[in-house]
């Protein structure tokens, strides 16, 4: 654990405190609500058809302190429009603070002067711990192999079916290999994931 400035950073021993999670202080005006602190503090000229404060009424349901408040800042994209139309809305609410569903704005009433943020995301909200790298050679196959597919024809293979989680531990990783027979055969893989 680590305070720096605003924030207080809890991270592991193999990465830097600006890696790991952390803990974001905020001032406020006693009579603002949270809704209120955070549309001031972070949304002061934005749409609010694309940007909004929600309240997290079911995280205040699960805790004894009843006088904890949570919110986020929510994105709205027309249904149906993908991850980048989100992710540009991100961008333009606030790219760090608004919602990702394990990240989330606390209050305690009992103490109405400052507001949290609290950041459960490695990789400091905008950088990704992990890493992508790729090799066009023969390579040799390692590890233990969770599908295996094998296609006459060009299409999109999904090799994760939905619902499928992969736990993976600092150090560990995904391979995928593929043998393509054709001499102007293309490739790519999509993944996503989520760090914390």
């Not at 299409?155 to 054709?182: C, K, Q, R």
Request: proline share 5%.
């Amino acid at each position: 654990m680590k305070e720096v400035g605003d924030k207080i950073y809890l991270y592991p021993p193999y990465l830097t405190p600006e890696q790991g999670k952390y803990i974001e202080f905020f001032p406020k005006e006693v009579s603002d609500t949270l809704s209120q602190a955070i549309q001031k503090r972070f949304l002061q000229g934005k749409s609010e058809a694309q940007c909004s404060v929600e309240p997290l009424d079911y995280l205040r349901d699960q805790y004894v302190i009843k006088t904890y408040e949570f919110a986020e800042i929510n994105t709205h994209v027309p249904q149906n429009t993908g991850f980048n139309a989100w992710r540009q809305a991100k961008e333009q609410c606030s790219p760090i603070y608004a919602s990702s569903q394990i990240s989330y704005f606390l209050m305690n009433s009992a103490h109405p002067k400052k507001f949290l943020f609290i950041n459960n995301k490695a990789g400091s909200g905008i950088t990704s711990v992990a890493s992508t790298t790729y090799a066009t050679a023969n390579q040799s196959i390692a590890g233990s192999t969770h599908d295996y597919v094998q296609t006459a024809q060009n299409g999109t293979l999904e090799v994760f079916t939905n619902g499928d989680v992969v736990l993976l531990m600092p150090g560990y990783g995904l391979a995928f290999w593929m043998n393509i027979t054709s001499a102007g055969g293309n490739w790519g893989v999509t993944a996503s994931w989520i760090e914390f």
